[in-house]
């Protein structure tokens, strides 16, 4: 017997969703920095054995009150994998405050396929709370399992992932075997130039941006060594944003180039030479065919 299925991970941004599926896929799909609204795409992840597969997909968190377009189209992904599911991990933290009345809450609620609540972060709390939130949830929703969790340092994560397969349907291999995740290289290459910026810049500077992936070219050294040579694009709104980006002389975006190649490498596990401009494109999260261009809508 082959089991297979798709789960979903939602949850509001900043609960640990994108640590969670790393964790349970043994891969690093999706960008992780401490700031909100990191995750912007639908990203699956890939776990796959002789007699089963797994189709992760981790979702952009839900915003209650998008104020650009491209928040309404994140929050389109969000309620596609609504759709889709086959099982729901819903993701929730220790720290996290939910009325009855929330928007996740009443989708959950008309959901007829399992439910897990995953209940993160839960080293930073004492046992107690963890129980007064289970009890809390469980009154509100039927979920089939409860699973407190501390992705981050992937304790209880193994118990999860053995719920997921004992609940998992009968069902072929949507994928090869072999494949980690629906995505290109290059995609993920923009993705590890943009959590650097979330991690190297300030304030709105980082959620102004979007990287894309110009050239993506395999080659030699000198010596002989692979050498694959990347040129990026990164896009802000305004003059200023393209100002903070460079910094003085350019030594913020040489800092930014330096960080982001290293991350680059170690995830192609090759040698790469970056290159990265900027480029200003006014009020790109709230022009449709911007939008469309960078992957938010088909």
Known sequence: MHKSGFVNIIGKPNV?????????VGERM???????????????????????????????????DPAYKMHEAMNKFVNASFEDADLVLFVTDVNEQYEEDDPIVQKLKQL????????????????????????QWNNWIEFKETIP???????????????????????????????LTDRPERFF???????????LYEQEVPYSTE??????????????EPLIRISALIYVMRKTQKGIIIGKEGSAIKKLGTEARKSIETFLESKVFLELHVKIQDNWRNNERSLKGFGYQG
């Open 211 to 224: 990287v894309v992936v110009e050239s993506f070219k395999e080659g030699t050294t000198k010596r002989g």
């Open 16 to 24: 640990g969703k994108s640590t969670l599926m790393n964790a349970l």
């Open 112 to 135: 007829d396929v399992p439910k897990f609540l995953v209940i993160n972060k839960t080293d930073l709390v004492k046992p107690e709370r963890i129980l007064e939130l289970i009890q």
């Open 149 to 179: 969790i501390a992705a981050l340092h992937k304790s209880n994560t193994e118990k999860l992932l053995e719920l997921i397969l004992d609940n998992l349907p009968e069902g072929p291999a949507y994928y090869p075997k072999d494949q």
């Open 30 to 64: 999706s960008i992780i920095t401490n700031k909100p609204q990191t995750t912007r795409h639908r990203i699956i992840g890939l776990l796959s054995g002789d007699d089963f597969q797994i189709v992760f997909s981790d979702t952009p968190g839900y915003i209650e």
């Open 189 to 199: 290459v923009s993705e590890i130039i943009r959590e650097k910026i979330l991690e």
